[in-house]
């Protein structure tokens, strides 16, 4: 008789490095829709719009009463942290204008849709690389399960290009690589996602990143000011405010 073999387990002792379907295969708008959909729903029950919104409302006492602070996030998704942001911003009367980019068309095309008659968002097809090297300058990056999106060998650009475009402070916040996180997203996956979804969303884990990973990555780059922290269970979050440079 043959010995079944079982399915092995996935480590997580390091990112993986598999592709997501969503950074490789053209979708289908209704597709896109549906994914994005997913992404939103795992921002606002995970945790991830909160870190955001935290972090800067920490730091909106010091902001000047008469100026106006620009935002710019990075893989925008859904635009849907820009959307809380800026939803945010007017409950308390704060002058904000905030600016999503995207690098995957039909993500971008999605995410205007959806910012279409938001007052002070405006959405972009653009890579981070080619904003940073265009020399525009933002109070704060935000950047929303990008991170993990990044190869490993780009992660330390990526962090220098989200430092180089803030004058005033950055909020990463991601997945955390964790069995808890892995088990969590892929049942929700599996219940209320399609086949991207359910592909991708275990991978994002998967390719995600650790605490300890994110706190050496900023600090191999000088990047003092950024902390990284666990956020629950299922998130991590690398943000910080330049005091004084600004």
Known sequence: MTARVLPRAPHLDRRAVADEIMDTEPLPPRVVDRTLAFLELTNRWFGGTGIVLRALQRWSAAWPADGRIRVLDV????????????????????????????????????????????????????????????????????????????????????????????????????????????AGVSLLAYVAGNRVVRHDGPLSVRRAFTVRELREAAAGLGLRYLEARAEGPFRVSLCGEKHGRH
């Open 75 to 182: 893989g925008t998704g859904a635009a849907d942290i820009p959307r809380a942001i800026l939803a945010w911003a007017h409950s308390l009367g704060l002058d904000l204008e905030v600016t999503g980019i995207d690098s995957a068309p039909d993500v971008a095309a999605a995410a205007r849709e959806r910012a279409r008659g938001v007052p002070g968002l405006a959405i972009e097809r653009a890579s981070l690389a080619e904003v940073a090297a265009s020399g525009r300058r933002f109070d704060y990056v935000t950047a929303s399960l990008f991170l993990h999106h990044v190869p490993p060998d780009g992660v330390p650009g990526a962090l220098a290009s989200l430092d180089r475009l803030a004058t005033r402070g950055v909020v990463v916040s991601d997945l955390r690589r964790s069995w808890l996180a892995l």
